[in-house]
Nanobody, 130 residues
Framework: QLQLVESGGGLVQPGGSLRLSCSAS????????LGWFRQVPGKEREGVAC????????KYADSVQGRFTISKDNAKNTVNLQMERLKPEDTAVYYC???????????????????????WGQGTQVTVSS
């Protein structure tokens, strides 16, 4: 079973920074494209970012472009989300997930939709508030 665990959430003031991490249990993250999503109560889960197998291709939602950076550390078997210049509207539960393999590979989809991802973690709360 492919299991992901998020960490690093917390309370931060507007304009501040936070770094989320997602670690894998029992499998190699380096074999998959990975994404970060977020969700607030009553709203659909929103794609935030995706990184390719080798970390060379990265996609971002328009709402976080230029403020968030996704990265993979295959040596540590983690994927990270560095969040800068945080806004109150960034408040959400953040989840990581992987792109299941098809045809022997795992690619970030053209649209960051939850249906293209699997093996979701349990989420970590990020609250941006003064």
């Amino acid at each position: 079973q492919l299991q992901l665990v998020e960490s690093g959430g917390g309370l931060v003031q507007p304009g501040g920074s936070l770094r989320l991490s997602c670690s894998a249990s029992g499998f190699n993250l380096g074999a998959y494209a990975l994404g970060w999503f977020r969700q607030v109560p009553g709203k659909e889960r929103e794609g935030v970012a995706c990184v390719s197998i080798y970390g060379t291709v990265k996609k971002y939602a328009d709402s976080v472009q230029g403020r968030f950076t996704i990265s993979k550390d295959n040596a540590k078997n983690t994927v990270n989300l560095q969040m800068e210049r945080l806004k109150p509207e960034d408040t959400a539960v953040y989840y990581c997930a992987l792109v299941p393999k098809t045809g022997g590979t795992s690619l970030c989809p053209s649209d960051l939709v939850p249906a293209a991802f699997g093996s979701w973690g349990q989420g970590t709360q990020v609250t941006v508030s003064s």
